[in-house]
C-alpha cells in the first residue's frame, strides 16, 4: 500500500537543514502512489519499492541512531563502555569479562527518560526462531529438514563422532543447538508474532545476559547450561540512569552490545553478523597485539556493503589493551606497530584520524586507585612514551591517540568521539545514504513509467523483436548460471598470469637461505608485485574475456532499445565501459594479495615455526594466487550476472502481459 509522506517533526534525529531529505522521501512516496492509481499493471513492481521506501521511512523516523561495539572476544568491549560512562561495577550497563566470551546476548544500551535503570527481554519471532535453528544447524552441519526430536537424536550421535574425531564441528556448537532445540521445546509460547517482550529486575542483568554466572567463587566451575528461555532471546534492552557520577551521554545514540566473535562457537558469531544490517555506525575493538584478526575482518568485509561505500564517517577503530604491546612492536623495530596500523587502515580505507588507542587498566587505577597497579602500568606506558615519541614525526595522526593513552588511559578521548563526535558524524553519513538510496528509487520509478508507457504504445513487430531479445538475454543468463565455462576460462588464465610473476620472484635455493623475517620481507615484495600484474590481467583475461563472449552474442539481436540505449548490444557496451573504469564500486570487493596475517605470528621472538620454511611459504604464495583468480572470476561473473539482468527486466517489462480483469 502506498506509504504517507513525511514532515520534519516525526523525524527526531533530523536538523532543519535537513529538510531537503524529507523533501526527497515525499516527492518518491507521492510518485509510487500516481503510479499505482495509473498503471494498475506496475502493482507487484511497486510493491516492492513500496518496501524499499519503507525501510529509508524507518530510518528517517528512528528516535536514535545505532552504533554497535564490535570485537572478538577478550577485546574489551563491555570493560571500555562502562569506563566511557565513569560507572562502577554496581551501576555499570555491562558486564566486564575476564578473557572468555561474557556478552552472550545483542544488548541495546540507552540512557533512560526517567534517570532509573530497566531492563527488557524480547525474544523471537518464529521466522528469527526458524532462521536462527537453521543457521546453527549450517554451523553444526545437519540438515535443518528434520524435526527437533530427529535432530536430538542425529545430535546425540554428531557429539560421539566430533569427540573420537571422526567427523569435523566444535563441541559448544552442537551443545548450543541442542539447548535451543529443548529450549523451543519447554518455552514454545515465548516465541510468537509479534516479539513477545518482559521486564526483568536490572540487578539480574549479568546473569541473565552472559555465558556464565557472575558470582561464582574463584576456580570453581560453572553448571552444566539448562533449557532456558534465554535460549530464545533476541535483544535485551537496557536504560541505563544517568547518576551524578556518570558522564552524560548523549540520548540519539544507542550503544548494541554485540557477543565477541571467535571464542563460543559458531553462535556468538551468528548473533553478531546477523544483527549487523541494523546498525548506522560501528566502534571495531582490536587487541593491540592482534591487528591482524580474521574475525575483524569478516566484521569489516559485512559492515561495507552495508554502508554503501560511505564507511570512512561510520566505522572507527578502537585498539585496547595497549599495555600489552610487547619492544618487537614499538620503535626502532623494522616494522613496527604503528606500521601494522596504517596498512590495515590502508587496506580497509579508513582515515588514520579514525583510531583510539585505549588502556583499561590505567584508566581505572588511575581513576579509582584499585589493586594499585597504576605505578607498574605508568611505568611500562612512560616506556612506551619515550619508544612511540620519534614515529610522530612520520605518522603525525596518531600523536593525539596516543598522547591520550598517557593521560588517561584514552578513554576521555573516546568519551569525547562518542558524546560530540560520532552522532554528528554518523547522522549525515545516514542522511546522506537515505537521500542516495531515495534518488535511486525515483530514478527506477521513473523508468518503470517510462516502460510502460513505451509498451502501451509498441507495435507488433518491437513487441516480437523484444520477445526475441528477452529470450536470448534469459538463456544467456542461464547459461551463466548452469555452464560458466569463460568463468572456468578466466580463472585459469588469471592464476597463470599471476604464476610466471611468482617464477620471476626470488629462487627457491635463496629463499632457502632466509629466516623467516627475511620470508616475511620477501612477501612484501612479491604481493606488491602480483598486485600490480593482477590490474593489467584483470582487464585483458578477465574482464575484456567475459563482457567480451557476451557481447559476441547480443550483437546479432533485432534493434530493441533497452537501459536507455538504443539496442541491446549498445547497451551493453555501455555497462562494459562503466565497469572497466577504475572508479567502478564493485571493483572495492576486490580480493587482494597483501596479507598481513600471513607472518605475525611466526616472526615474533621466541614463537615455534612448526617446520615452516621456504617450501611451505612458496606453497602458501601459490594457494593465494587460486584464491584470488576465483574470488576475482567468480565476482566478474556476478557482475556480469546483474548486467544482464537489468536488461532482461527492463526487456521483460515490454512484453508484459496485463491480467485479464
Not at 326 to 333: F, R, S, V
Not at 347 to 371: A, I, M, S, W
Request: with cysteine; charged share 25%.
Amino acid at each position: 500500500m502506498p506509504l504517507a509522506t513525511l514532515t520534519l517533526a516525526e523525524c527526531p534525529l533530523l536538523r532543519p537543514a535537513d529538510k531537503l531529505v524529507i523533501d526527497d522521501y515525499n516527492r518518491v512516496a507521492e510518485l509510487n502512489a500516481r503510479l499505482r492509481t495509473q498503471y494498475p499493471v506496475l502493482a507487484e513492481d511497486l510493491t516492492k519499492a513500496e518496501a524499499e521506501l519503507a525501510n529509508q521511512r524507518g530510518k528517517l523516523i528512528r528516535d536514535a541512531y545505532r552504533v554497535g561495539f564490535l570485537g572478538t572476544t577478550g577485546a574489551g568491549k563491555s570493560t571500555t563502555f562502562n569506563n566511557i560512562l565513569g560507572v562502577g561495577k554496581d551501576d555499570s550497563p555491562a558486564c566486564a569479562g575476564q578473557g572468555d566470551a561474557t556478552t552472550s546476548a545483542v544488548t541495546r544500551l540507552r540512557p533512560s527518560k526517567d534517570g532509573k535503570n530497566s531492563l527488557q527481554l524480547r525474544y523471537l519471532t518464529p521466522v528469527q526462531y526458524r532462521q536462527k535453528r537453521a543457521a546453527i544447524c549450517g554451523a553444526v552441519k545437519v540438515g535443518a529438514a528434520k524435526d527437533d526430536a530427529e535432530l536430538l537424536v542425529e545430535l546425540d550421535a554428531h557429539r560421539a563422532a566430533v569427540h573420537a574425531g571422526k567427523a569435523d564441528g566444535l563441541q559448544k556448537d552442537i551443545d548450543s543447538l541442542a539447548l535451543t532445540l529443548r529450549s523451543y521445546q519447554s518455552h514454545k509460547s515465548y516465541v510468537r508474532e509479534p516479539a513477545f517482550s518482559e521486564s526483568k529486575e536490572y540487578v539480574d542483568r549479568f546473569n541473565l545476559l552472559n555465558h556464565n554466572p557472575i558470582d561464582l567463587p574463584p576456580g570453581q566451575p560453572p553448571p552444566p547450561p539448562k533449557p532456558s528461555a534465554l535460549y530464545l532471546l533476541r535483544e535485551a534492552e537496557i536504560h541505563f540512569g544517568m547518576n551524578s557520577n556518570a558522564v552524560p551521554f548523549p540520548r540519539e545514540l544507542e550503544m548494541i552490545d554485540l557477543p565477541g566473535l571467535g571464542s563460543q562457537g559458531a553462535v556468538d558469531s551468528l548473533l553478531t553478523l546477523d544483527f549487523l544490517a541494523d546498525l548506522d555506525g560501528a566502534l571495531i575493538f582490536l587487541r593491540a597485539d592482534q591487528l591482524s584478526d580474521a574475525n575483524a575482518e569478516e566484521i569489516l568485509k559485512k559492515l561495507k556493503p552495508i554502508f554503501d561505500g560511505r564507511w570512512s564517517k561510520r566505522i572507527w577503530i578502537i585498539a585496547t589493551k595497549f599495555d600489552g604491546l610487547a619492544d618487537e612492536h614499538l620503535p626502532p623495530a623494522t616494522r613496527s606497530w604503528f606500521d601494522a596500523l596504517s596498512d590495515f587502515l590502508a587496506r580497509h580505507q579508513l582515515p588514520e584520524g579514525n583510531v583510539t588507542v585505549v588502556c583499561n587498566v590505567l584508566y581505572k587505577d588511575l581513576t579509582f586507585g584499585r589493586d594499585n597497579h597504576a605505578p607498574d602500568v605508568l611505568r611500562v606506558i612512560n616506556l612506551k612514551r619515550s619508544r612511540t615519541a620519534a614515529v610522530f614525526a612520520r605518522y603525525p595522526k596518531y600523536s593525539a591517540a596516543i598522547d591520550a593513552v598517557y593521560d588517561d588511559g584514552g578513554i576521555a578521548r573516546l568519551r569525547t568521539l562518542l558524546t560530540q563526535t560520532l552522532a554528528v558524524q554518523v547522522g549525515q553519513e545516514v542522511v546522506a545514504a537515505v537521500r542516495l538510496r531515495l534518488a535511486d528509487l525515483e530514478t527506477g520509478l521513473v523508468r518503470m513509467e517510462q516502460l510502460e508507457q513505451r509498451r502501451q504504445k509498441m507495435g507488433a513487430q518491437e513487441f516480437a523483436h523484444a520477445q526475441t531479445c528477452r529470450t536470448e538475454v534469459y538463456r544467456h543468463l542461464i547459461e551463466l548460471t548452469r555452464r560458466p565455462v569463460a568463468f572456468e576460462s578466466a580463472t585459469a588464465k588469471l592464476a597463470e598470469g599471476l604464476v610466471q610473476v611468482l617464477e620471476k620472484s626470488t629462487p627457491m635455493d635463496i629463499l632457502r637461505e632466509l629466516p623467516l623475517p627475511g620470508l616475511a620481507d620477501d612477501f612484501a615484495t612479491t604481493s606488491n608485485a602480483l598486485e600490480k600484474q593482477f590490474k593489467v590481467l584483470l582487464e585483458v583475461e578477465v574482464l575484456h574475456s567475459m563482457y567480451g563472449l557476451v557481447a559476441e552474442r547480443l550483437k546479432v539481436l533485432p534493434e530493441v532499445a533497452a537501459a536507455k540505449q538504443p539496442t541491446v548490444f549498445k547497451a551493453w557496451e555501455h555497462f562494459q565501459d562503466d565497469d572497466l573504469a577504475e572508479t567502478a564500486s564493485w571493483r572495492q570487493r576486490l580480493p587482494t594479495f597483501r596479507d598481513d596475517v600471513l607472518f605475525v605470528r611466526l616472526t615474533r621472538p621466541g614463537v615455534d615455526a612448526y617446520g615452516f620454511g621456504a617450501a611451505e611459504y612458496r606453497a602458501l604464495v601459490e594457494e593465494k594466487i587460486r584464491q584470488v583468480s576465483e574470488q576475482t572470476a567468480h565476482l566478474v561473473r556476478c557482475q556480469v550476472r546483474s548486467r544482464l539482468q537489468t536488461i532482461e527486466q527492463e526487456l521483460a517489462a515490454l512484453i508484459r502481459q496485463p491480467a485479464a480483469p
